[in-house]
DNA sequence: AATATTTTATGATAAAAATCATATTTAAGA
DNA sequence: TCTTAAATATGATTTTTATCATAAAATATT
């Protein structure tokens, strides 16, 4: 479904949303433990992150990753679209060329109405959104 | 999503279920070209089919792949356990030991149900019922 | 029985994904 | 300005997945 990387990814963003802003930055030293993930892994991803414009981050003392307002307000797609690439959760099922209605593989008429419907969800729900989720006791981060 | 061993598996049981029976075998050779998948690779998957009573084989001068009716008749996702494992579908998708409603993770709550739905209608659909509509024209096959 | 045709068993190679490692750059604070 | 703490850039290694190759076993046909 998704690849480790953006299952990683997802788990630092949120862990982000949760756990920083514009004045406490968290380290990847930090936000490696909480999540699981191990440290030389996520630092490579975070730059990624940093690098789409879906995560903020300031060098040197002091500095660490963080989320502004603006970062925050990002559909959840967002992160999947950088990590694995838009094709991941869209391409056709068997891997034909195009998948659309009108040619649809043996898979398409079945399964796409549930598969467009989790592309859409990702699309709606924000980052924050998920995070308030978490804070609200509705659903948990790792271990 | 799927691998893409089992994407070549799927559309190769389909191409078995609308050209083979009992009286009718198909050479990995005559498979290997309708369906795009290169030659060896296919082997080596209907090999596995065969082994976990997916499809059906015999070797020698006349022989080849070919589906009866218990073959047919089979859910579509036994496809899919046998190459990818049970749990691709059905794992949690931020890696939680447990996937489950009492402690969901973030994604979960959303996209939970979505994923059922899938799992569902694979169980649901046999590997006929996809063939049938193959053969009405309601779905396609590769290239 | 011999031959030819097919699957089966087994393993080798190549490509991609996941993971690890480190030198360089930036910025804060003494 | 020097030192230190951080991200960044870059690339190496390992593991997994995908792909290719072939000798052995089985069966139909002659
Ligand atoms: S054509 Fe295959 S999933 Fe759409
Ligand atoms: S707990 Fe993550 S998908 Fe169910």
New interface residues.
Partial sequence: ??S?SS?YA??AV?YLAINSNEEKKVTVKDISTPINVPQAYIAKLLQELVKADIISSTRGPKGGFYLNEVNKNQPVINILNVIDGEK??TSC????EKCKEE?????????SP??K??TH??HL?SIKD??T??QLG?????L
Same sequence: chains 1, 2.
């Avoid at 099922?93 to 034909?96: D, E, I, P, R, T």
């Avoid at 509705?138 to 790792?142: D, E, R, S």
């Fill in positions: 479904m998704l480790n299952k997802i788990k949120l991941r959760l099922m068997l891997s034909l040619k649809p593989c043996p898979l398409h008429n079945i399964l549930s598969r419907k989790i969800l990702l729900k998920l995070a989720e978490v509705n659903a948990f981060l790792p």
